[in-house]
T-cell receptor, first 113, second 113 residues
């Protein structure tokens, strides 16, 4: 079945550092890919998405590019802030599985001032 | 607009007790979902309701039942709680089934002793 693998956490960075969180997927078809973010004590929120190969999703300074050849959707941000501290989830969805979301394990990010 | 609300926020049960987790959304969404979140495992789908009057099993339905009470409300019931059901439970909704963005509630932290 479909699956998503994220880099192991936790990740700790200093403010203004560059962020990469790796995400790779296994799927039989052509899924849509997502990054969700969970701030402390809250539910998940959609951060960005890409629905086809080579699409780039972006929001709040975060970016991720759908790479079909490497089955990857790595999350990047050029300069992180303390307020970016959260858990980040990579996820996929495709019509052959009823468009249900399949999540990765989540990566805890802590940004220190 | 409250979005997706869940009650209770926290609950402690003894093995064998029963309880119902409540979820409501005020966004006029057709589809609703229940997930559980466990450390290192991301979110896993328990049950979903593609539209009012329908419910279907997700990835991990054993030990749970659901009721789509009306378009707004979707409850999750544990008939006989087990320690393996200790988890954080999230309810989510989307405009229609298969819509890419799901909106999540703040979660219910359940401990079964």
């Amino acid at each position: 079945g479909d699956s998503v693998t994220q880099m192991e956490g936790p990740v700790t960075l200093s403010e203004e550092a560059f962020l990469t969180i790796n995400c790779t997927y296994t799927a039989t078809g052509y899924p849509s890919l997502f990054w969700y973010v969970q701030y402390p004590g809250e539910g998940l929120q959609l951060l960005l998405k890409a629905t086809k190969a080579d699409d780039k999703g972006s929001n709040k300074g975060f970016e991720a590019t759908y790479r079909k050849e490497t089955t990857s959707f790595h999350l990047e941000k050029g300069s992180v802030q303390v307020s970016d501290s959260a858990v980040y989830f990579c996820a996929l969805s495709q019509e052959t599985s009823g468009s249900r979301l399949t999540f990765g394990e989540g990566t805890q990010l802590t940004v220190n001032p | 607009n409250a979005g997706v609300t869940q009650t209770p926020k926290f609950q402690v049960l003894k093995t064998g007790q029963s309880m119902t987790l409540q979820c409501a959304q005020d966004m006029n969404h057709n589809s609703m979902y229940w997930y559980r979140q466990d450390p290192g495992m991301g979110l896993r789908l328990i049950y979903y309701s593609a539209s009012e009057g329908t419910t279907d099993k997700g990835e991990v339905p054993n030990g749970y039942n659901v009721s789509r009470l009306n378009k707004r409300e979707f409850s999750l019931r544990l008939e006989s709680a087990a320690p393996s059901q200790t988890s954080v439970y999230f309810c989510a909704s989307s405009v229609v089934f298969g819509a890419y963005e799901q909106y999540f509630g703040p979660g219910t932290r359940l401990t079964v002793t």
